[in-house]
């Protein structure tokens, strides 16, 4: 690893990375790629329908270190939060519970926010609700990035 170039807490999520693998009969899936670097990210989510809670989130991804440090903080600040709640995880928000991320990798993080925005969307549409606040997500996160 490069010293001083990720935070003692990415190398953490990139090593032991939590919340991988998939839930069956998931409530949400969201998949999201990014062209420009091929990567490409899932997202899976259990919803409690009466009280919204997210019980559980799982991911899957072909990508960088980075994205899977972003999204393994990002799958354990989104577990056991209402669907509001977690719209409020932004990337910036698990960037700096990451203790920030070089800024060439700063496009990595999108991924989780967009592939959880997904199955939020998801979500919605298999049950027909709207969910306020959430827009259509992305499906490749390059789309719109300088
Ligand atoms: Fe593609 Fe990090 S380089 S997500």
């Not at 919204?52 to 989130?57: A, F, L």
């Not at 991924?111 to 499906?139: Q, S």
Request: charge should be negative; proline fraction near 2%; glycine fraction near 8%.
């Amino acid at each position: 690893m490069y010293d001083g170039v990720y935070s003692e807490k990415v190398i953490d999520h990139f090593t032991n990375p939590r919340n991988v693998g998939e839930i069956e009969d998931a409530d949400g899936v969201g998949t999201v790629g990014n062209a420009k670097c091929g990567d490409i990210m899932r997202i899976y989510l259990d919803i409690d329908h009466e009280t919204q809670i997210i019980k559980d989130c799982k991911f899957k991804t072909f990508g960088c270190g980075a994205a899977v440090a972003t999204s393994s903080m990002a799958t354990e600040m989104v577990k056991g939060k209402t669907i509001q709640e977690a719209l409020k995880v932004t990337n910036k928000a698990v960037m700096e519970a990451l203790d920030g991320l070089p800024q060439v990798k700063i496009h990595c993080s999108l991924l989780a926010e967009e592939a959880v925005h997904a199955a939020l969307w998801d979500y919605a549409e298999r049950n027909g609700i709207k969910i306020d606040g959430l827009k259509r997500p992305k499906k490749d996160v390059h789309d719109g990035e300088e």
